[in-house]
């Protein structure tokens, strides 16, 4: 089996239709989950600052847009981006495509299921999604089907050399479903709440570099390649990414909970490992930037290649101020308020968003046989995210220094109370401009989420026809 850029047989058209449809189905369904956790995160900012929506506090909110957006959107559109380019950098036809359509939509169900339960009051309490303890099995299953697809599908493969693509979508695959059992064995009966609190940062630390950053890193590198059609210039410089966010990188999650109860050791060990994370940002921001020298003024016209370049330059940022903050001299201020959600916020909604739009725009012309529906609209996307995304992780994160700073200094100089009624002493007013500033942002950010999903959408229903690349099967006597 090779892949081949175009063909007019139609035995090899119908024969690659399926595999090819689901990951395009993948991309819709994360798009149309995009859409509507981007709601709710904007009414969570909205509760932030003007206190609870009838019925739906900030606690439930957040919880139903985190599971919305990490489950039904990043997961499912980065694994429609795994099954897209694992066929072609493997030479072998995508094992199992009806199984992935199958848990995709069960996952999607699973969702929608859990958005109901906690809507009206079921959760768990537990962050980030709260489900309750019967759902965690189900959706681990869910979760492990890509890898085993992955794996199949690589045994099977007939190229010779391993583009570093192929390292990072099927480490992402795999660790994904691990996390998730670690964030399950919270649920054990007798458990402390230490524990638990652990296993909920550690999964949605992992979450981030160990699946967000590292897959969708890892699929841009072959968007690059295949847009510029340049080799890349750094396969160790992709290691060190590959391998830095993949196995030390989580430690910033528990830099949350410095100077808590927890073991006297976790401070200083999550602020060194903790660098890990910025490491691997720079090592893939660095690699996409070298491998474009003296291509740059070909990006006009490349919008796929232009969101994964913004969305790893954000993350780099995103992770130098996660490092900063696992330092106990700053950790001891930032834990426990808005920074870190301000991370999460960035790392989700800024390089999460980015990251799989580069791989869609890429890839949907070739799957559909449609062109992007509006180059401007792309455009739109990337300014309005960037923007919005931006004041969001600055606002927030100022949020959160402040708070943290006055709760310190008033407590220490006893000048004026630190909280409830008497706050509004100290810093109370800066602390509800700066949510403002960060509910605006965040309006600005979901119009351009909405951008991104009229440009999905708007591809496949109404996109001027192009050719489609068809993967055509060889005979091995042929070969």
Known sequence: MTASLTTDNPAATQADAGEERVAATHFVIGALFLALGGLLQALALFTLRFGDIPGLGYGRL??????????????????????????RITGTRLANPNIARLAMLALAALVVAGLVLIGFGFGSGRQPFS????????????????AVIAFRTVTSRREVRSYVTLWFVLGGVTWLPLLYLAYFMGEIPGLGSLAVAYSDLFFSAGFVTMFVFTVGTGLFYYTLVKEVEIPLASRSLANIGFWSLGFAAVWWGVAQLVFGPGPSWVAGVAAALGLAFPIGALANAANVSITLEGHWEELGEKPGVVSGVVGLYLGVAVALMASFASFPSIGA??????????????????????????????????????????????????RLTLIGVGGVL????????????SWIGGSNSGSYVDVGEGWGAGS???????????????VIA???????????????TTGKATTQEVLVEVEADDE
């Open 62 to 87: 957040e919880a139903m847009a985190n599971l919305t957006l990490m489950l039904g959107f990043a997961v499912i559109s980065l694994v429609g981006g795994v099954y897209y380019v694992l066929p």
């Open 428 to 442: 109370a007013s800066t602390v509800e401009a700066l949510l403002l500033l960060a509910f605006g942002f965040g």
């Open 131 to 146: 489900l309750p303890w019967w759902m965690h099995l189900p959706v681990a299953l869910a979760l492990a089907v890509p």
């Open 394 to 405: 600055i606002t927030m994160a100022a949020t959160g220094l402040v708070k943290g700073y």
């Open 333 to 382: 201020a930032t834990a426990l308020t808005e920074y870190w959600e301000a991370i999460e916020y960035a790392s989700i909604l800024g390089v999460g968003v980015l990251l799989v739009g580069a791989t869609s725009i890429h890839a949907l012309p070739r799957l559909v046989g449609r062109r992007i529906h509006s180059l401007d609209r792309v455009r739109t996307f990337h």
């Open 446 to 460: 979901f119009l351009g989420q909405l951008a991104y999903v009229s440009v999905i959408l708007g591809t496949i």
